[in-house]
């Protein structure tokens, strides 16, 4: 039982050292003095930070540039991983270390963008919204919309609900 919790923490301060090494660099980036090639770092999309706020909109919206970005930019599996969750800040940082902690002996949580992406959802957008959602899209009518604004809307809706 001993030797257990020894490997946990040990596991746990490798990761918390790889995550300030990272910061690290991203620090010495931003000052100019970075370690690695100008070129890799053109590469290396922006991830937009994400707090962890309890509007699954927020999540949503912030989900979608995610998805854009590595769309546009060919980053490996875990390095999406890894750079999304540097981007975590407040109660998403919290969630992930606390996620992190509670699945120690596992090799690892998330390996791709999909399966952190399914995380999230699970943690971020609650299981009454999807229902919610496809209640307001089977009530919506055009009223006094135009025809693009009808249809902006009820395209927006779909993509909240996955449809």
């Known amino acids: 039982m001993r030797k257990d919790k020894e490997q946990s923490d040990l596991r746990i301060q490798e990761h918390i ?5 990272r910061e690290q660099e991203r620090e010495a980036r931003k000052r100019g003095h970075s370690r690695h090639n100008p070129s890799q770092e053109k590469q290396t999309p922006k991830i937009p930070k994400f707090k962890g706020e309890n509007d699954p909109n927020i999540y949503i919206e912030w989900k979608q540039k995610v998805d854009q970005i590595f769309t546009i930019h060919v980053v ?26 509670d699945n120690i002996n596992q090799e690892s949580l998330a390996t791709s963008w999909r399966d952190l992406k399914n995380l999230m959802r699970a943690r971020f957008v609650p299981s009454y919204y ?20 009808y249809y902006k809307l009820m395209e927006s809706m779909l993509l909240k609900v996955g449809l």
Do not use: N, P
């Open 17 to 21: 050292q790889r995550l300030e090494v």
């Open 76 to 101: 490996s599996d875990q390095k999406q991983v890894d750079l999304v969750v540097l981007e975590f800040e407040d109660y998403a940082m919290t969630w992930w270390h606390q996620l992190c902690i």
């Open 130 to 149: 999807r229902r919610e959602t496809l209640l307001k899209l089977q009530r919506l009518q055009q009223g006094s919309m135009c025809v693009d604004e």
